[in-house]
Nanobody, 123 residues
Framework: QVQLVESGGGLVQAGGSLRLSCAASGDTFSNYAMGWFRRAPGKEREFVAAISQSGDDTPYADSVKGRFTISRDNYKRTVYLQMNSLKPDDTAVYYC????????????????WGQGTQVTVSS
C-alpha cells in the first residue's frame, strides 16, 4: 500500500503558476505509475496527467497540454504537477493517485488516492 499527500494548492490569478506536490509513503514509490486528476464544482472527476514508473511516459489531457508538466523524483518519493498559464477553468480540487500497472488515464485503474488540494484561479 501507499499513502499520498498533496500540497501546493492555493489562489492564483489567471496567467499565473503553481506547482503541486504529492508525497508518497509506504510501499516502494518507484513501483507505482502516478496520475493527477481534478474535480471542478458540479463536474465529474477528470484526468489531467500521468507518469510512468520511470518517468518516460507522460500522457496529458488536451486541456492542459503545453501548460502543465508532470514529473517525479523517485528518491524523494514525490510526484509534481507544474501548472503554468493557469485559467479560471483550471479551478478544481486536484488529486494524485497511484497504481502498479502501466501508465493510464483511467481513474478506475488507480488504487490509491490522496485527499486533494484546492486550486483556485481568479480572472
Amino acid at each position: 500500500q501507499v499513502q499520498l499527500v498533496e500540497s501546493g494548492g492555493g489562489l492564483v490569478q489567471a496567467g499565473g503558476s503553481l506547482r503541486l506536490s504529492c508525497a508518497a509513503s509506504g510501499d516502494t514509490f518507484s513501483n507505482y505509475a502516478m496520475g493527477w486528476f481534478r474535480r471542478a464544482p458540479g463536474k465529474e472527476r477528470e484526468f489531467v496527467a500521468a507518469i510512468s514508473q520511470s518517468g518516460d511516459d507522460t500522457p496529458y489531457a488536451d486541456s492542459v497540454k503545453g501548460r502543465f508538466t508532470i514529473s517525479r523524483d523517485n528518491y524523494k518519493r514525490t510526484v509534481y504537477l507544474q501548472m503554468n498559464s493557469l485559467k479560471p477553468d483550471d479551478t478544481a480540487v486536484y488529486y494524485c493517485a497511484a497504481q502498479l500497472l502501466l501508465t493510464t488515464t483511467r481513474a478506475i485503474r488507480y488504487n490509491y488516492w490522496g485527499q486533494g488540494t484546492q486550486v483556485t484561479v481568479s480572472s
